[in-house]
């Protein structure tokens, strides 16, 4: 009996590991689901195997050119990557990004100094 192969199941994402490279069987487990080695083998690596799209070779599950053409039928597929933490501050924002910066000391000197107009002096308030 053919096993079913459907687009994002974790059948189709052992074919796409095994296409980069071969694998053993618990770094695959690993890589693909958190189920146990006696369930992934019975469910995934079993099935690639008894169709004919898996083979074992020096204790590495590869691909066969039947599991390649397989794979291009089911397309590929997104493989999501590792979540990151994201540490928060403690305290309150202050907005000092915002804020208005002085890139060099002095640079707002003239600030405090009059501007001439004609023959006046205008200072700024």
């Known amino acids: 009996m053919k096993s079913k192969y459907n687009r994002g199941s974790t059948i189709h994402h052992a074919l796409v590991r095994l296409a980069r490279h071969p694998h053993d069987l618990n770094e695959l487990r690993k890589a693909i689901s958190n189920s146990s080695t006696a369930r992934f083998k019975e469910f995934v690596i079993e099935p690639l195997i008894s169709d004919g799209m898996a083979e074992i070779k020096d204790g590495l599950i590869q691909l066969t050119e039947q599991g ?13 990557l ?19 910066k002085v890139h060099r000391t002095g640079a707002n000197d003239y600030l ?3 501007s001439r107009v004609n023959d006046d002096y205008i200072y700024r308030t």
Request: net charge positive.
């Open 68 to 80: 390649e053409e397989r794979l291009e039928y089911l397309g590929p597929i997104k493989i999501p």
């Open 112 to 114: 405090k100094w009059p």
């Open 82 to 100: 590792k979540s990151v933490s994201v540490v928060r501050g403690t305290g309150t924002y202050d907005g000092a990004e915002l804020k208005t």
